[in-house]
């Protein structure tokens, strides 16, 4: 009987040990995800779909609130305000994105869109150098250059 409670009680204190263990890796590498961000991403993305424009611009902004990184999110605002006639705005946000992320195709073609709309030339022409230079290879990218 006395070696049945040993066992049980090595084998709870292994047990233990390994879930603190895990935990510990788990909080020092990864941040946490809030699963908040993505509810109202679909939220907005259903009211696109659905043709609720303001309502979709909403969510997507309050899912930026619990994701503030999220380059994406940032470029999809960007594009709701650019398409709502906000061009001032779009610009706005794609600096921010390219402040963080200074390659990011998708933020310099739309960067490239609003100036063109502007009637800015040269910052057009600088920004289709940049894209040039950066997805020479993509022939996707490259059709709308």
Not at 14 to 35: D, K, M, N, W
Not at 138 to 143: A, I, R, S, T
Request: hydrophobic fraction near 45%; charge should be negative.
């Amino acid at each position: 009987m006395r070696i049945k409670e040993i066992c049980i009680v090595a084998l709870l204190l292994l047990l233990y040990s390994c879930t603190a263990a895990r935990q510990e890796i788990v909080a020092g590498t990864q941040p946490q995800h809030r699963f908040e961000a993505d509810y109202y991403y679909m939220l907005g993305y259903e009211a696109f779909i659905s043709g609720e424009w303001d309502n979709s611009l909403s969510n997507y902004k309050k899912a930026l609130e619990f994701d503030p990184k999220s380059v994406y999110l940032r470029a999809q605002i960007g594009h709701f305000l650019y398409r709502k006639g906000d061009a001032s705005g779009a610009l706005a946000m794609v600096e921010e994105i390219l402040k963080d992320s200074p390659d990011n195709i998708r933020a310099l073609m739309l960067q490239a869109e609003i100036y063109d709309s502007q009637k800015r030339v040269k910052d057009m022409a600088s920004t289709l150098a940049r894209i040039r230079k950066l997805a020479n290879d993509d022939p996707e990218v490259m059709m709308f250059v």
